[in-house]
């Protein structure tokens, strides 16, 4: 081909790149145009090819991993797309990506907006992630979380890494407060010092950046760039529980920032000991510096998040009772918790009448349901069981005698106030007693706590294990 005709293929493939990314910013909208889409221009052609060009490697990256599927389907509408795939470069600085068209205020417009784009890549690729809402000042602690919250606000308000805390490791339940807290420290840092570069990410994303790294050839540009944070976050390590090359390229990232002195959080939903389907050095390594569980909630816990929710809902008025019934019956998590609240909010804003007992059983009925069906009668036989250190079967023997009549009381009473079931399903699980014999139960436990106080709060412990 001559120099002429290559000098024609250009323009002609140049004002059709311009179509595409008109096309592509009535597609995205300004916003992500901007930072992301119009930095990248085009640079020239090759047989097959058509070079694009971005300023930066995790540009390259980032569009690659988000917008390249749409940027290729709009690219193979136009007519001049035949035989070229397009292929994104890491141009450096704007000013040589086109210089045939750009006077010199435009190369520094230009400059300045990739420069923006930059600055903005960081921050939206962590605030985009970051919930707003959870802060270390949203986030209410109680004996099940109080070590893991002290760990997170240590971590967060260290100028440097923090020894003994490195990784800080949190593990516990589904919905009770890990992400929060990782939210928390990362909010906290940018706002006390934004010069840290913190990177928050679920591991699932990091597997999902370490592929495309990978099937792009980039493996490299991946590796400086979660080496070159000061604080490093990954939510759900879980996740990559059996994806060997993403566990090995974790490990690799991990040692190489520890060996930096750089701070790393880590969460799982169990702690790094019991993790299976990793592999034996990358548990050890996530079991190194402090491992802080979280546990299930108590009442006292349930009712102090209600508390403070409420309170973030200016003006709604819930009775106290709703409030502990909530506390006493949505036991699962915290997420639950909340969404229970804010049903039983909406329903009331909606239909315009005040929250009661009755509205909130209504709208919560399968919610509490299936918050009934995980504590069955036969745990409650087997705790209370345990507890009195007789056995499951004389839960539904017909024994008389007192050692073992008075717990299966316990147990029934504990069934009726734990559970929805009613007393004939409770006393059919009892080796079918009739209902009467469950509400004479009932009656009996609550007299016995009336006037023995021990009694009470053996049974109180019970009922709270059991809830745990
Ligand atoms: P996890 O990551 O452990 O599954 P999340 O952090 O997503 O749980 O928490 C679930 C929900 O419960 C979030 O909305 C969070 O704000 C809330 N939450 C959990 N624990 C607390 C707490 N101690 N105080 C206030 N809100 C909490
Ligand atoms: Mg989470």
Known sequence: MSHAAEMTMDAVLSVAWERVSANLNQFYGDAIFRSWLKPMVYVSQEEGKLHLGVPTRF?????????????????????????????????????????????????????????????????????????PRYTFENFVVGKPNELAFAAARRVAESAQVVQGCNPLFLYGGVGLGKTHLMHAIAWHIRRESPQRRVMYLSAEKFMYQFIRALRFKEALAFKEHFRSV?????????????????????????????DQNKQLIISGDRSPSDLEGIEERVRSRLGWGLVADIHATTYELRL????????????????????????????????????????????????????????????????????????????IQKQVAGHYNIKVSDMHSARRSRVVARPRQVAMYLAKKLTSKSLPEIGRKFGGKDHTTVMHAVKRVEELMGSDHEFAQDIELLSRMLQS
């Open 230 to 258: 000061d604080v490093l976050m990954i939510d759900d390590v879980q996740f990559i529980a059996g994806k060997d090359s993403t566990q090995e390229e974790f490990f690799h990232t991990f040692n190489a920032l520890v």
């Open 59 to 131: 540009m390259r990256e980032w569009i690659n991993t988000h917008y390249m599927d749409e940027i290729t389907r709009i690219w193979e509408q136009q007519p001049e797309s035949e035989g070229y795939a397009l292929t994104i470069d890491v141009t450096g600085a704007p000013a040589v990506i086109s210089p045939m068209t750009m006077n010199i205020a435009e190369q520094a417009a230009e400059r300045k907006e990739a420069q923006a784009a930059e600055n903005a890549e960081n921050d939206a690729q962590m605030g985009a992630q970051l919930d």
């Open 304 to 379: 102090g998040i209600l508390q403070s929710k409420i309170d973030n809902l200016s003006g709604t008025q819930i009775p106290q009772k709703v409030v502990e019934f909530l506390a006493h019956k949505i036991t699962s998590n915290v997420r639950e918790l909340e969404g229970a609240l804010n049903r039983v909010v909406a329903h009331s804003t909606l239909v315009g009448r005040p929250i009661t007992l009755e509205t909130t059983q209504e709208v919560l009925h399968d919610l509490l349901r299936a918050n009934d069906r995980r504590l069955s009668i036969e745990d």
